[in-house]
């Protein structure tokens, strides 16, 4: 049975930062591209941040750039996303996802799994 399990939410200032992470189970951890999405309230879920298999590629939405850091711990099947300099914009529900694909993508439709997703809230 495959997880993806989020944690490290939490509300924090604007300027501050946070880590939230993924822990992944029952797959193959180096043979998926693992990505961070978003989601604001009335709002359509949005990609955030991926890295590739080899964990050598990173991509990151142009709000996101400059900020944001994403990694991953192959040792723990582990996805991290360090947020840096958080703005109240920057308020969602973060989920991670996987993909088995070998071509990025922004698209929702191609990942196979997705996580529950944890709660990230900026104070201005």
């Known amino acids: 049975q495959v997880q993806l399990v989020e944690s490290g939410g939490g509300l924090v200032q604007a300027g501050g930062s946070l880590r939230v992470s993924c822990a992944v189970s029952?797959?193959?951890?180096?043979?998926?591209?693992m990505s961070w999405f978003r989601q604001a309230p009335g709002k359509e879920r949005e990609f955030v941040s991926a890295i590739s298999r080899s964990g050598t590629t990173t991509y990151s939405a142009d709000s996101v750039k400059g900020r944001f850091t994403i990694s991953t711990d192959n040792a723990k099947n582990t996805v991290y996303l360090q947020m840096n300099s958080l703005k109240s914009e920057d308020t969602a529900v973060y989920y991670c996802?996987?993909?088995?694909?070998?071509?990025?993508?922004?698209?929702?439709?191609?990942?196979?799994?997705w996580g529950q997703g944890t709660q990230v809230t900026v104070s201005s």
């Open positions: 029952g797959l193959t951890f180096r043979n998926y591209a």
């Open positions: 996802a996987a993909s088995s694909r070998s071509i990025f993508s922004r698209d929702l439709r191609a990942y196979d799994y």
